[in-house]
């Protein structure tokens, strides 16, 4: 086989998958309108629920509801009968995926759900099987066959059913207007939670915070700065911040041939430093290093006493950026 023989098998599995897709999309029906609704107005839970490869695809749908603000547990078809059965309560809505709805698991998880008050919806690509047939509603999936070669492995058909849970989803965060706030509380270590909630304290390394006097000698700043990992110390005067020195400024000293045993803080430092309090949003310390092009902000308590520095660098690496 030639390297253009394997790109065209690439190709063609997309081409097929995408052609299914659309199929399914055109054929949507009200149904799918009645199981965004009974969700919506549910009082209970989502419960989704497959054997085999459609297992792995609920385990992925129910991931993305619960991150979308949709309360939602995975049950095993197989394991539901020995015992497992019991998360579903009353007002749940079950959506069991089974490409063929008739295998015997299937067929014993429905017998077993019709019994209890909540509402089935069956994911299928036949209309005509036991659980079709079962169900308060049909998620519809038709697949004419499947990508790979003689048609065994799932491979459309499981594609198919991670779209169907990908438009209950999205469609969902549309009806109940899910925000990025609502999704950064489900996300709260992603780098969107990050930009919404983590503030400066929560980046700024509280042992590194180099200090000098205004009026101590040169060679304590170079000291503060030698021992801080960011490059910079802060100058303050009875407790009062007046400024920073930077390496930067170091270099410009050596440049200038400053006499390093009679020159004072005071005399090279850059004053007016920029200062955040640690309680601020830490997007908020990204926009003023970049509105006033700095490297680091000096950050503060409440009451204004030093507490450390914050680097772009710190920013950059947790993600804010």
Known sequence: ???????NLGKETFYNEAKALKSIADQLSNDFISVIRTINKSKGKVVVSGIGKSAHIANKIVATLNSTGIFSQFLH???AIHGDLGLIQ????VIVLSKSGNTPEIKNLVTLLKSRPI??????SHTKSFLAKQAN???????EKEAGPNNLAPTTSTTAQLAMGDALAVTLMHVNNFTDADFAKSHPGG???KRLYWRVEDLVDQDQKPLVNINDN????????????????AVEDQGILKGVITDGDLRRMLFNEVDFKTTLVKEIMSENPKIIEKDALATQALEMIELHKVGQLLVVDSSQNYVGILDFQDLLKEGII
């Open 90 to 93: 009353e007002d749940d809505v």
């Open 218 to 233: 040169i060679r304590e700043a170079i000291v503060a700065i030698s021992k801080s990992r960011n490059g910079i110390t």
């Open 137 to 143: 509603y049909i998620l519809h999936v038709p697949i």
């Open 77 to 79: 078809a197989a394991e």
């Open 1 to 7: 086989m030639n390297d253009e023989q394997i790109i």
């Open 119 to 124: 509402t089935l919806v069956g994911l299928t």
């Open 191 to 193: 780098s969107l939670g």
